[in-house]
T-cell receptor
């Protein structure tokens, strides 16, 4: 079992719909959770981070964390074609410099 | 700040040659990471430094790979000798580990390595 698992996709949604990206992790000691977006041919860039159980909203993006279920998700509301990218989930333990990344979910938003 | 700076952006080399990738982390960051990304294997952590000291090199594939961080503002990843299976995009990233809480990683633009 991988430490961080994501549905590989591809996930396809129509423009304006809600895209839901999911991530599960195996290390119960994980404390910090990050979502990165990576456009084709580009480097990953952070779009959301969350430390506490519950929801965290930033514009059209909402990160949801459930530590009991070891589950973190990213919702993208009003999806736009420009949201088409690969989304990487990353998890970090306390006092750990490094993050563990999932393999990513490729999202395509169709006009 | 210019962000994490990597060079070169692209490298094409012949099998058996030595390849050196360079990275300048964000000023003030104390953690530096070298990743390799391929379609087949995704994003793999090769080595991680904290305060210029290698902390975890378990991801380094074999002895042909070596990494150094002589000071807080510079790191190199060397492959000698290079092989076609080393072809990938190599990312350098940096972050700040402070009071037990690590910030997110900021990635450089990557070096696309092709070994022919």
């Amino acid at each position: 079992q991988k430490e961080v698992e994501q549905n590989s996709g591809p996930l396809s949604v129509p423009e304006g719909a809600i895209a839901s990206l999911n991530c599960t992790y195996s290390d119960r000691g994980s404390q910090s959770f990050f979502w990165y977006r990576q456009y084709s041919g580009k480097s990953p860039e952070l779009i959301m981070f969350i430390y506490s159980n519950g929801d965290k909203e930033d514009g059209r993006f909402t990160a949801q964390l459930n530590k009991a279920s070891q589950y973190v998700s990213l919702l993208i509301r009003d999806s736009q074609p420009s949201d088409s990218a690969t989304y990487l989930c990353a998890v970090k333990r306390p006092n750990a410099g490094k993050s563990t990344f999932g393999d990513g979910t490729t999202l395509t938003v169709k006009p | 700040d210019a962000g994490v700076i990597q060079s070169p952006r692209h490298e094409v080399t012949e099998m058996g040659q030595e390849v050196t990738l360079r990275c300048k982390p964000i000023s003030g960051h104390n953690s530096l990471f070298w990743y390799r990304q391929t379609m087949m294997r995704g994003l793999e952590l090769l080595i991680y430094f904290n305060n210029n000291v290698p902390i975890d090199d378990s991801g380094m594939p074999e002895d042909r790979f070596s990494a150094k961080m002589p000071n807080a503002s510079f790191s190199t990843l060397k492959i000698q000798p290079s092989e076609p299976r080393d072809s990938a995009v190599y990312f350098c990233a940096s972050s700040l580990l402070w009071q037990g809480l690590g910030t997110e990683a900021f990635f450089g633009q990557g070096t696309r390595l092709t070994v022919v």
